[in-house]
């Protein structure tokens, strides 16, 4: 399981798609970021040993098993003649574009029908699942996120559920399907593009040529692209980058002062 990995590149994008949806204030911008990383994880539920599916015990457990059940009798219903004979349990319904969207459209109706509660479930579960994978410091920053975020819009931060609740969808959407992409760039490829069928494949596992797989849990993914996806989270928050280029140009303009000098 490619945990850690998954909830930091769910992160990263986050960041990364944050300021495109029109969020722009650090507040804003982490907790987006914190949920997306979050969902990150959720496609594993479909894993009775995923991080997502032990992290309530038997309540994530139960759904984990529902999920199983119903990937592998979709994956009975609709495998081509060239799919793998396999159960299709794990990286099947999950796993694609199509479950992806599905989930990103329930939450924006979901927490835009359930009000502050449903909103405050979401932004919650998806915390728990990024803090469960990179850690518990995740949980004041968060959280100092979501306080600075309401003290920004009271009075009027009820007004703004529906807003909210639109990049909420997206945060979901986003984080499942940057799931499936690092899936993709594994040694078994991941079937996002499911029900579209692929030389014979309903599933077909996309992926990219053999030199440029990596296997989960090897030296590639823990280190190299966790290192360097960690950098990147750091980068990408909001004014971090601005100031790093405005430091390296302050040194650099001190040096030329001094050998001018």
Not at 59 to 74: D, I, P
Not at 92 to 101: E, R, V
Request: proline share 6%.
């Amino acid at each position: 399981m490619m945990g850690r990995t998954h909830a930091l590149t769910g992160w990263c994008a986050g960041l990364g798609l944050a300021p495109a949806i029109g969020l722009t204030s650090v507040a804003q911008v982490v907790v987006f970021a914190s949920t997306t990383a979050g969902f990150a994880l959720l496609p594993d539920l479909d894993h009775p040993h995923a991080r997502a599916s032990k992290l309530l015990g038997p309540l994530t457990g139960a759904l984990s098993w529902l999920l199983r059940k119903a990937s592998a009798g979709l994956y009975a219903v609709t495998k081509g003649p060239r799919d793998e004979r396999v159960k299709g349990t794990h990286r099947h319904l999950s796993h694609t574009l199509l479950f992806a969207a599905a989930l990103g459209a329930a939450t924006a109706v979901g927490t835009a029908a359930g009000g502050p509660w449903a909103v405050a479930g979401v932004v919650v579960l998806g915390l728990l699942l990024a803090e469960d994978a990179l850690g518990d410091w995740l949980f004041p920053v968060a959280g100092a996120g979501v306080v600075w975020w309401v003290h920004e819009n009271s009075p009027g931060v009820l007004a703004q559920l529906d807003t909210v609740s639109g990049w909420l969808g997206i945060a979901v959407a986003a984080g499942c399907f940057t799931h499936c992409l690092g899936d993709a760039l594994t040694e078994s490829g991941c079937p996002f593009l499911f029900p579209v069928p692929i030389a014979g494949e309903t599933w077909y596992e996309l992926r990219p040529p053999a030199w440029l797989r990596f296997r989960t849990g090897k030296t590639v993914e823990t280190k190299v692209l966790f290192p360097a996806f960690a950098v990147l989270g750091v980068l990408l928050l909001p004014g971090v980058w601005n100031a790093l280029v405005g430091f390296v140009q302050d040194v650099l303009a001190a040096g030329s002062a001094e050998a001018g000098g």
